[in-house]
């Protein structure tokens, strides 16, 4: 939600402000702007849309400066336009934010009292002309404590000054920032991804802190002005080289690395010489667990979801599962013998974050499974599992969707063990089931040539329905998830035994249908509802595992067939067509793959 780029040098900076922000675009595309500071005027350029719009714009204005900030903007206070478009300026300063500032309309009002003129609907102007009246009567210094202090909600801010040409400030609350050390001259960013291209010499902030970056030094601060050593990591090759290769879209490249973050993956978690799961740092007795509750949002949600039949499969825990934003306001009873796992790529996510920071107010036992090891449910959490599998840049999840479910049902598989509640044999053999998930998940993705034609349909479609039992009912929501958010054509995942009560209705000539139906203790079940559906008119893709046995149903459209690997492996495999699907669907509609409309990656936004 929102990217934020500072940098400042003995050197010009627009140039490269703007590649920064063509990194971050994928947290927010609906506008953008610069600013820069010049012999003592700030100078702005903003356009409503993408950063190659506001490229082409810099370069009219022939934008000088060697101290810059710069903004990708998803909307939330104020439409996507021209004017709302960060940074922000007073006759003082000028300030990008990412978060929200939930006390902006009474501020506002405080500040007009006193004068102060608005230009935009947003809730970020309140920040440049607050830091300006302070600025009257304090030093730099203090007047960042007390604005910092003024203001409610979630914020990483960045702040140049038009009378100070030697500093920048970032500041942090909820909203993740990094600064980067450079070469005589330094950097601040939403993520390093940002910075990459730049230097690999990385420090984030914690929550509440913030610093002031000088060409040659940057000082970090708590919010009580105390100051703060931080350590200085170094970017991964792995980090420093990530980009879409020979790809076109990240989303294709993400679907295509499955095979390989999977192993690396299993890799991490498995020791392949005892044949065992290696969870170190299990900070409680797992035999003392009574109860497990999974948290997390929108894709992160689904991974939850298909855990919760591993889990209750595997373990003698009892397990509930919550959608974050909905958890973190219920009156929840927490237990002492529970456990609370919180799923999130970004690990950034303002819904799950608080929902986690929820349970450590309550001394509960945390866990989180996150792909951002940096981030900030990473920091807080007692136990970080992460899903090394790279970094995602694609809005819509998908390598990590494996990853999350991947890194829980390892987890099932290591406490229904320590719990005896699987014998020895047992738990070798799922984890000689799981060595051979790597190389399935590589030969569902050749079934590719069919789902391109068969996305041609899905694309024309009015709505369509998913559907499965089981543990093919969350990937049948993935599934949808994935069509709507690519092809923006209506989907819904249903069980497919809830279909009779209600959804039925929606069946009409021609309407397409997924039916997830592997050969597991469900697959008769399944094909009758698919029949149910097919008698009424619905186009049927069935996506199946191969088998001996010949699909016994008729007037199947078209049917894909994954690997035959053991049931609770299955998920993984029958994600990846899904995921082909709304791929090829959103493509033949022309949409922007990456960046579907409305949607940024990483919400760190209520
Ligand atoms: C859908 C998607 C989102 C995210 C959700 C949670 O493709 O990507 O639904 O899964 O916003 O994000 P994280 O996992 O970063 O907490």
Redesign the pocket.
Known sequence: MCGIIGIISSKEVSSRIVNSLKKLEYRGYDSAGIATLVEGNINEVKCEGRVDALEKDISKFNLKGDIGIGHVRWATHGKPSKINAHPHSSEQVSVVHNGIIENSTILKKLLEKKGYVFKSQTDTEVIAHLVTDYLKKNSLKDTIIKVLKKLHGSFALGIIFKDKNDLMIGARRGSPLAVGYGPNENYLGSDSYALKSMTNKISYLDDGEFCIIKRDQIEFFQSNGIKVNKKVMNLSKEELNYDKGDYKYFMEKEIDEQPSTIKDCINEYVDKYNNQINIYNFPWNISSLKAIVLI??????HSCLVAKYWLEQNTNLDVSIDIASEFRYRKVRFKKDSLYVF???????AD?YAALELCKKNKMKTCAVVNVVESSIARDADLVLPIYCGQEIG???TK??LGQMLVLYMLSLKISYDQKEITKKTYHSKIKNLLLLSNSAKKTLKLDHKLLKIGKVFAQAKGCMFLGRGYSFPIALEGA??LK?LAYVHAEGYPAGEMKHGPLALIEEGMPVVVIAPRDEHYLKTMSNMQEVIARGAKVLLITNKNKDEIISENIWEQIEVDKLNDELIPFLTTIPLQKLAFYSALEKGYDIDKPRNLA???TVE
Request: hydrophobic share 30%.
């Open positions: 997390g949002c929108g894709t992160a949600y799923v999130s790529q970004s690990g950034e996510t799950t809005v819509a999840s990590a969707f998830l994935k958010e990656k990483s919400v």
